[in-house]
């Protein structure tokens, strides 16, 4: 089943990394697009939050870039590797992101393996990002976050309301943060 669900999960976050370089190269802002489908039927949250990240250029890592290729990886080697093509092809492209030192960032660094010249400011947005997060404190208050929910997460037991609204998963939803009481992560699928 886990298999499943972070192959749904892992095609929604390329699909939106996609759809952000397409508006890119077609001159549409990051907000535009990301107003356009919020609130819609195609709006989902993890999604959602995803695309958030990726218009600030924060991948502070929620859910790294190498776990979701890992998953991905087994999930096609589970069906056989010519069974599922879309996934094969994330594969590639999430391998090359990997290749280029963003397997530690977030699942959304996906971004950053087709940053083209459309995007010239994703790398300077991403830099200046890390910038005010390392200023303000917050690089080692996300460590103690992730071992919360790390902790928290074999229990199954929910976190408990303060913690989850200091997650910096909770912060980037905007229209689904009653829904979302947990960061991803410690979700059990």
Avoid at 5 to 15: D, F, K, Q, R, T
Avoid at 62 to 81: N, Q, T
Avoid at 120 to 142: D, F, I, Q, V
Avoid at 157 to 162: K, S
Wanted: net charge neutral; glycine share 6%; aromatic share 4%.
């Amino acid at each position: 089943m886990k298999l499943a669900v972070n192959a749904y999960m892992s095609i929604l976050i390329e699909g939106v990394a996609e759809a952000l370089e397409l508006a890119g190269q077609l001159g549409i802002d990051d907000s535009k697009l990301a107003e356009a489908i919020e609130g819609g039927p195609l709006d989902a949250p993890i999604a959602d939050a995803k695309l958030h990240k990726m218009e600030r250029g924060d991948f502070a890592p929620e859910f790294p870039l190498e776990w979701a290729l890992k998953d991905v990886d087994l999930a096609i080697s589970a069906a056989g590797d010519d069974e599922l093509p879309l996934l094969a092809a994330l594969s590639r492209q999430w391998h090359a992101a990997v290749d280029a030192g963003h397997g530690r960032e977030d699942v959304s660094a996906a971004r950053l393996a087709l940053a083209t010249s459309s995007s010239p400011n994703l790398l300077t947005r991403r830099r200046a990002g890390r910038r005010a997060e390392s200023h303000r404190g917050r690089t080692r208050s996300t460590a103690a976050q992730t071992t919360k929910i790390r902790e928290a997460a074999p229990s199954r037991e929910p976190l408990d309301r303060a913690t989850a609204d200091r997650l910096p998963f909770r912060k980037s939803v905007r229209s689904r943060r009653d829904v979302c009481m947990q960061p991803a992560s410690a979700l059990s699928w």
